[in-house]
């Protein structure tokens, strides 16, 4: 049973044990909130000539209408009906025109009622429609595209008089947005959809209640970060009287199976009241030994359900469900003036990447919660949206469920002129006229009451590149003040000062081209190891060969040509140059496809490992790391854990390695040996084995350490790397640490040269350091090819299969970049979602390591796994 339908069978008996079987029994009112993702058609409004109102009748027969996906996009829709096929490989996507979808679009569904009893209330949801729309329902207009506009604002419309039993017709003309528009938008680093994301985006849904509905609930926490064993909740929600009566009835509700809370409510004809339960008023809401909501590498995110009912007559009037977390965010700025973050009063070092959806806005319940089970597998705790992303709340279920954090906010769409389609801009942004100003203003109202309630959101961001004119941040603070005071919130991504709130205190100051590893450690003026660093990256991170082979034509795969640069990112990054002359430099220039793509795995991991890790050994000075970007909008090869087909790249297992829970790290700006605690909790015991070789694997130097304690969320020098060992050109660094049964708890290993990379800082930009000096790794290429001893043995457990890899290197070489892929047997295609618990691993000589991996059962979609091995010097 899949995640979603665990919820949707929780919500489902939590009702009835809850209404006490009122669902089976006639009722009143029926009460349901369901979503019309069923049985849509669309069409382009250039092919339909017939009048508005009679394409939401019985009438009208929408013939050789396309069938539409909502939520989702029109190009979404034609891509997923075969209109357009394979539109990401090679340059297909610049081929399809825009033409098309330079007119409206009409949507059109049909739904069912029962009998509708009198005062029964009937409602629409649209939470996200891209941009604007006219609504017609039984041929009748009931919202016009003057109010219907926004892409991140949301429309509740009551259409109880114009509903019947039976079969209604909904029909919805969809515009797309225009210059200046504050559309969804597409993410500035690939091209533009040519739809420009038009089309009913997020989903909609049929809400059906008696005469007063209950809406906005909101449950605030309050937890006593001095001995995390109580807590305070106030509950409140919104009713709405839809009736030209005065209606005196009960609000109940519940938590968990213990709590139980009450309260009259009159409301006059048309009122809407805000009902609120306090804990100075309800006892019960003050709670001791609350299980607290923790991210997963520091405990578990406990949650619980709420259910609210409203009772007129003790007939059940509407219903609502919400599950929550019970915790404490907040914020502090250090001594440097740098923000940083606290959960449940415990400073948190925040480590994450820029989450983004697929370009089509067409992503797959398996694709999201594949791509948060992969941060969870990573050991991060936290993804950034630079838009407020999801076509419903699945992603925001899924944190909550699984202990990721989320800082989530407006994108820098929005902020400047030339991504809008406009010419004005200013230092605040592109948002200049009155109506851009109200747009703005309701989409972030919008926003936060529907994602308030997830523990997961710790940081509300209504900038990112720029920050808002005093007047719309007025406007915010004040949505902000309202509707959710109970998180921190951010004027930008970007280090500036509102002229209302001050500095942000946050930084975005690169890099996002390549950087050698050690310029985390040692630069101290732009995108280095300290303070909060909203969004970075060491630059490219390459696809496997694979995936390469789905977005590349064969022919054009070698030499590098514009069929990759096509897929490289815009601007000032559609290159792979920086990138490039550091391989030669450090690695030598690649002879062949093959040998490009054992350095560019090689940089990614190492890159990505050494910008994780210098955070962590910088803990608190550094308060957060969000690598750009986590994952990918679209096939491409910049700034991605994992690509755009779930594939892995090395960068990902580089992550994997900085982020273990007790971890053991090379210190490029010390030469030290640091380890490091990224745990909640003290570790005791702990022992260190640190091996130098040289390039013929002499031991140049073997010392072991052993250290009492290691406290929680801290790092500890453990050891000076001697400056005058008789290293070779290029050299190598082995750690172990163990812990106090001397069981191995993390390996790590690096490759260094007496010849250091050097930054030339005076000649930074805002998005990259260059290099004076390239450290000389080339040796690496004379690695003499191992052949390794390998056994592998498979079993499945829990819905999924796992494999165990013993590998032992009997050769008395270095075994490089051991690479596992887990496969199908019959197609030869990789495995995804994958969970290696590490990969690209380095041998020493007669080593052995056992690796073990999984991947979902359902996903081998009946065949048989198996397990290729390869590497830098390993014999296939």
């Known amino acids: 049973m899949t995640a979603i339908s665990k919820r949707i069978l929780f919500f489902s008996l939590s009702i009835l044990t809850f209404y006490c079987g009122r669902a089976s029994v006639d009722v009143k009112w029926p009460v349901y909130n369901r979503a019309l993702n069923g049985q849509w058609q669309m069409q382009s409004s250039a092919k339909v000539s017939a009048n508005s109102d009679r394409i939401s009748t019985a009438d009208f027969k929408p013939e050789s209408w396309y069938r539409a996906s909502v939520p989702g996009t029109v190009l979404g829709s034609l891509t997923d009906d075969g209109i357009y096929k394979n539109i990401f490989y090679h340059r297909n996507l610049e081929k399809t025109s825009s033409e098309p979808f330079q007119v409206p679009w009409w949507f059109r569904t049909t739904f069912s009622l029962g009998k509708v009893n009198p005062g029964q209330v009937t ?60 559309t969804v938008g597409f993410v500035d680093w690939n091209p533009e959809p040519p739809d420009h994301n038009m089309g009913i985006w997020r989903d909609v849904r049929l809400i059906v209640s008696g005469p007063v509905s209950i809406d906005q609930p909101f449950v605030q926490t309050k937890v006593d970060t001095a001995t995390l064993d109580h807590a305070d909740l106030t509950v409140s929600a919104l009713l709405r009287n839809h009736s030209d009566k005065e209606i005196s009835g009960l609000l109940k509700g519940r938590i968990g199976k213990d709590i139980y809370i009450s309260q009259k409510v009159i409301l006059s004809p048309y009122e809407t009241k805000e009902a609120v339960f306090s804990p100075e008023q309800y006892s019960v809401l003050s709670m001791d030994h609350p299980k607290l909501w923790w991210v997963h590498t520091w405990g578990k995110p406990n949650l619980y359900d709420l259910h609210l009912q409203f009772d007129e007559n003790k007939e059940v009037s509407d219903t609502l469900h919400l599950r929550f977390g019970i915790r404490s965010v907040s914020d502090y700025v250090t001594a440097d003036g740098h923000r940083g973050f606290r959960l449940n009063g415990k400073k948190i070092l925040i480590k994450g990447g820029g989450w983004v959806d697929p370009m089509l806005l067409n992503p797959t319940p398996a694709y999201i919660e594949a791509g948060i089970d992969y941060a969870v597998h990573l050991n991060l705790n936290a993804i950034r949206m630079e838009g407020f992303w999801g076509e419903n709340q699945e992603i925001y279920n899924l944190c909550d469920e699984k202990g990721v954090l989320i800082m989530a906010g407006f994108s820098c769409q929005w902020e400047w002129s030339h991504l809008i389609g406009t010419k004005e801009e200013d230092k605040h942004s592109a948002i200049i006229t009155s109506e851009q100003n109200n747009v703005a203003a309701e989409s972030w109202k919008d926003q936060l009451l529907w994602l308030r309630n997830h523990p997961s959101i710790f940081l509300w961001l209504y900038g990112s590149d720029k920050w808002p004119r005093p007047s719309l941040e007025k406007r915010y603070l004040a949505v902000l003040k309202k509707y959710d005071p109970t998180r921190p919130s951010v004027a930008s991504a970007k280090e500036w000062t509102s002229e209302l709130t001050g500095p942000t205190a946050m930084k975005m100051r690169g890099p996002y081209d390549y950087v050698p590893p050690d310029y985390w450690y040692i630069d101290t003026a732009y995108g280095g190891a300290f303070g909060f660093n909203t969004e970075t990256s060491p630059g490219p991170e390459i696809p496997v060969l694979e995936s390469l082979k789905k977005m590349i034509p064969a022919d054009s795969l070698w030499p590098i040509g514009s069929a990759w640069l096509y897929h490289a990112a815009r601007g000032a990054f559609h290159n792979l140059t920086r990138y490039n002359h550091a391989m030669d430099q450090r690695l030598g220039k690649p002879d062949n496809l093959k040998d490009y793509l054992r350095k560019a795995q090689y940089l990614n991991y190492e890159g990505m490992r050494a910008m994780y890790e210098a955070f962590e050994a910088n803990r608190f000075k550094s308060t957060g790391i969000i690598q750009w970007m986590y994952n990918a909008s679209w096939p491409k090869l910049w700034w991605q854990l994992y690509d755009y087909y779930l594939m892995p790249t090395g960068a990902f297992y580089g992550a994997k390695k900085a982020n273990e829970p007790l971890h053991i790290s090379y210190n490029y700006g010390k030469n030290t040996v640091d380890i490091i605690n990224n745990t909640d909790k003290n570790a005791k015991a702990l022992s260190a084995k640190i091996m130098v070789f040289d390039f013929n694997m002499k031991n140049v130097l073997e010392k072991e350490i052993t250290l009492s304690e290691v406290q929680g969320r801290k790092t500890v020098r453990a050891f000076n790397i001697p400056e005058d060992l008789p290293l070779s050109k290029t050299y190598f660094i082995d750690l172990k640490l163990y812990d106090r049964n001397h069981q191995v708890i993390s390996t790590n290993f690096y490759v260094l040269s007496i010849q250091k990379d050097s930054l030339d800082e005076s000649k930074s930009t805002w998005y990259v350091t260059p290099e004076s000096q390239y450290a000389d790794l080339k040796m690496l290429q004379e690695l003499p090819p191992v052949k390794l001893d390998i056994s592998k043995s498979f079993y499945k457990k829990g819905g999924n299969t796992f494999v165990r890899v013993k590998i032992k290197n009997p050769s008395s070489h270095l075994a490089f970049m051991i690479h596992l892929d887990l496969k199908d047997i019959a197609t030869k295609e990789s495995v995804v ?5 590490e990969n690209y691993i380095t041998l020493l000589p007669r080593e052995e390591r056992m690796i073990t991996g999984y991947c979902h059962t359902k996903d081998l979609k009946g065949g048989k796994p198996a397990v290729t091995v390869d590497g830098w010097n390993i014999k296939e």
């Open 123 to 182: 409602r629409l949801l649209f939470n996200g429609i891209n941009y604007r729309a006219d609504i017609w329902l039984n041929g009748q207009k009931i919202a016009s595209a003057d109010s219907i506009r926004g892409g991140f604002c949301r429309f509740l419309l009551d259409i109880s008089r114009y509903v019947h039993a039976g079969e209604n017709i909904l029909a919805v003309k969809v515009a797309p947005p225009d210059t200046g528009d504050l």
């Open 833 to 837: 979602p994958i969970f290696w618990e």
